[in-house]
């Protein structure tokens, strides 16, 4: 008896008697239930009305072509498995075929062993899709404030869904790392909704968003009086989030001090807020993310690589959208369904042309560049049609500037320079003072133009201090307007 999960219902549509029956006696003898036609016509509305997992439409026929009903039937939002046949093995038909939607082609004459090779693919095609819709279902539509939800189709992004189920129902600490816009807080709000904390709370801290002196408060919460300003006492996130889960967004950039207290709170489960006397007990999922490469960051020392272990129990890495571009379409339309009815006056169109025009843009700002991009085309537009023109400003992208290095950086940079290449390090810290004090003093004279009295006071030095080191450094006055 044939494993129900490992038949089809398969349509054969061919005006070639002899095609029609070698089909059908391979399908059968596989084990599927086959009906077989010789017209265009019937096989679009048998795609119509009936629920195949996979056909065979041949590209010449009466009535509507193969590639015809192809398109009928995926314009309709069908989604059965079509195998084109074709008796020309030419790359146009290739491409027309591929292009619209199939699964693949069949050249005639055809060795049997391409027909089996082609129902398997069909079988597994079915089985990824039926992974995906349980998967979807399993983690919510709808898993974010304002209805935002993980969007897409790709290889990529069904791994990442699969992941969200294996690890969803296990209470361990997942670290999510892709570059920024790519939805990291998306995937965190997937893994809660699918857990059994999906009833507790979900509270999102940015760690880089807070500064340093409030963000332990933040995080462990504080007792009435524990610094100026503490009014009153306050719980904390760790407490706000007790029973639900905890995402910790750009963990990268939480300062050094607060990760030693962070990880005693995931070793031992108990909160001390600050100023405070008593540990208390927290039931906590904890999901952490960053863009930043955090085995750098634990090589630089400023990032724990005790903590590292403890977050990294379960890895995820989200790619950015311009290594799944087959995720692009999906978006697109997902984004301008959505925000159509809000920043529009009607329904609009995104035709496949501007599909194309955005598939072929990089997305440095990955998905949250794609929205915004949407956003912006369908609140300039006049027509109920996103034209490719409409996203003509993505070409006036420009790759965003490095940032400028702080002056710890600098600092740490000279210092590096000085080791790697000086031979008497006897002295470093006059050594690197040197080396700051020209451009340091280059700029304030710059600024004050030449103002040695002004340069002095802005640089916290004696006059006669100033005028000495202007000497030893051979520093060039400039001249005074």
């Known amino acids: 008896m044939n494993d129900a999960s490992q038949t089809m219902r398969v349509l054969v549509a061919d005006d070639e008697p002899s095609i029609r029956f070698v089909l059908?006696?391979?399908?059968?003898?596989?084990?599927?239930?086959v009906t077989a036609v010789e017209d265009g016509d019937v096989a679009a509305r048998e795609l119509g009305g009936e629920n195949y997992d996979l056909a065979f439409l041949d590209i010449r026929m009466p009535g509507l072509t193969g590639?015809?009903?192809?398109?009928?039937?995926?314009?309709?939002?069908?989604?059965?498995?079509?195998?084109?046949?074709?008796?020309?093995?030419?790359?146009?038909?290739?491409?027309?075929?591929?292009?619209?939607?199939?699964?693949?082609?069949?050249?005639?004459?055809?060795?049997?062993?391409?027909?089996n090779a082609l129902a398997e693919k069909a079988l597994s095609t079915r089985a990824l899709k039926d992974e995906v819709r349980s998967l979807r279902r399993a983690i919510g539509r709808a898993v974010a404030p304002g209805g935002d939800r993980l969007v897409?189709?790709?290889?990529?992004?069904?791994?990442?869904?699969?992941?969200?189920?294996?690890?969803?129902p296990r209470n361990v600490p997942v670290l999510i790392t892709g570059e920024s816009g790519t939805g990291k807080e998306l995937v965190a709000h997937a893994i809660h909704a699918a857990s059994p904390r999906a009833d507790g709370p979900f509270i999102a801290v940015n760690a880089a968003a807070i500064p340093r002196e409030l963000l332990e408060s933040e995080l462990f919460g504080h007792e009435r009086g524990a610094f100026t300003g503490a009014i009153s006492s306050r719980s904390g996130r760790f407490r706000d989030a007790s029973g639900g889960t905890l995402f910790l967004d750009e963990i990268g950039d939480m300062p050094v001090d607060l990760q030693a207290k962070l990880l005693r709170v995931l070793q031992s489960g108990e909160v001390m807020p600050v100023g405070g006397r008593?540990?208390?007990?927290?039931?906590?999922?904890?999901?952490?993310?960053?863009?930043?490469?955090?085995?750098?960051?634990?090589?630089?020392?400023?990032?724990?690589?005790?903590?590292?272990?403890?977050?990294?129990?379960?890895?995820?890495?989200?790619?950015?959208?311009?290594?799944?571009?087959?995720?692009?379409?999906?978006?697109?339309?997902?984004?301008?369904?959505?925000?159509?009815?809000?920043?529009?006056?009607?329904?609009?169109?995104?035709?496949?042309?501007?599909?194309?025009?955005?598939?072929?843009?990089?997305?440095?700002?990955?998905?949250?560049?794609?929205?915004?991009?949407?956003?912006?085309?369908?609140?300039?537009?006049?027509?109920?049609?996103?034209?490719p023109e409409e996203f003509?400003?993505?070409?006036?992208?420009?790759?965003?500037?490095?940032?400028?290095?702080?002056?710890?950086?600098?600092?740490?940079?000279?210092?590096?320079?000085?080791?790697?290449?000086?031979?008497?390090?006897?002295?470093?810290?006059?050594?690197v003072q040197e080396r700051i004090d020209r451009p340091l003093i280059e700029v304030v004279l710059d600024r004050t133009q030449g103002n040695q009295i002004r340069a002095a006071a802005l640089l916290g030095i004696n006059r006669n201090t100033l005028r000495k080191k202007i000497t030893e450094l051979g520093i060039e006055l400039p001249k005074r307007m």
């Not at 059908?24 to 239930?33: A, C, M, R, Y």
């Not at 008796?87 to 055809?110: H, I, R, W």
């Not at 290095?405 to 008497?424: H, I, P």
């Open 152 to 168: 897409g189709s790709s290889p990529a992004l069904l791994e990442i869904f699969k992941t969200v189920g294996k690890v969803a």
């Open 278 to 387: 008593d540990l208390e007990i927290v039931d906590v999922r904890i999901v952490a993310a960053t863009h930043r490469d955090l085995d750098e960051r634990v090589r630089e020392g400023r990032f724990r690589e005790d903590l590292l272990y403890r977050l990294r129990v379960v890895p995820m890495s989200i790619p950015p959208l311009r290594e799944r571009v087959e995720d692009i379409r999906i978006l697109a339309q997902h984004f301008t369904e959505r925000y159509a009815r809000e920043l529009a006056e009607g329904p609009i169109s995104l035709p496949d042309a501007s599909i194309v025009r955005l598939e072929n843009h990089d997305w440095p700002g990955n998905v949250r560049e794609l929205e915004n991009a949407i956003k912006r085309a369908l609140v300039l537009s006049t027509s109920d049609v996103l034209a």
């Open 24 to 33: 059908q006696e391979v399908l059968e003898g596989l084990g599927h239930s």
């Open 67 to 115: 590639i015809e009903v192809l398109q009928q039937h995926r314009a309709s939002g069908g989604d059965v498995a079509i195998v084109i046949i074709t008796a020309q093995n030419l790359l146009e038909n290739a491409v027309e075929s591929m292009k619209a939607g199939a699964l693949d082609y069949l050249v005639k004459p055809f060795a049997l062993a391409e027909v």
């Open 392 to 431: 003509d400003f993505l070409t006036a992208h420009v790759e965003p500037a490095v940032a400028p290095l702080s002056l710890e950086e600098l600092v740490v940079r000279e210092v590096e320079s000085l080791f790697d290449s000086a031979e008497d390090l006897s002295n470093v810290y006059h050594q």
